[in-house]
């Protein structure tokens, strides 16, 4: 609705869009709206996204101005410094943000393996290594319970 009524005098304010579907669906598609708004309503435009390729919107079109919240790294560890600075983000925290989410950390050990996996040029066709399947610690396999009747 927000792209059918927007005209040149509106701020239109958009998080995650494409956000719930495909990762190459959600990028068309928040790709298309930022076009769309820029070229067709050129509205002002908050556009919020994880969508790091979207950046190169800014090299192809003028009005286009990226910006990202500031953080610095400690420790393997992100502080946010609560500022909007120009330029796209550089590197992606999301490891780091599920581990303030309180993530386990073999999971997120296991996501890191999989990430660089992923990273690497060849990473995306194929599946990352495997890992052997570990008992938790002090769980116990049950025998099944025998019928009395």
Do not use: M
Request: with cysteine; hydrophobic share 40%; aromatic share 6%.
């Amino acid at each position: 609705n927000i792209v059918n009524n927007a005209t040149e005098w509106s701020l239109v304010i958009l998080d995650e869009i494409g956000r719930g579907t495909s990762t190459f669906d959600g990028l068309s598609i928040a790709w298309s709206v930022a076009e769309f708004l820029h070229d067709k309503v050129k509205s002002r435009t908050l556009f919020a996204t994880h969508y790091h390729e979207l950046t190169k919107l800014a090299e192809e079109r003028s009005g286009v101005c990226n910006f990202n919240v500031a953080v610095r790294e400690w420790n393997d560890q992100i502080i946010f410094l609560r500022k909007i600075v120009p330029g796209g983000a550089d590197k992606s925290y999301g490891i780091q943000v599920a581990r303030l989410a309180g993530l386990p950390t073999e999971i997120l050990d296991r996501a890191k393996e999989i990430l660089s996996h992923l990273e690497r040029p060849d990473g995306a066709a194929a599946q990352p290594a495997k890992r052997k399947r570990s008992k938790r610690a002090g769980s116990k396999i049950e025998k099944p319970q025998l019928d009395l009747l």
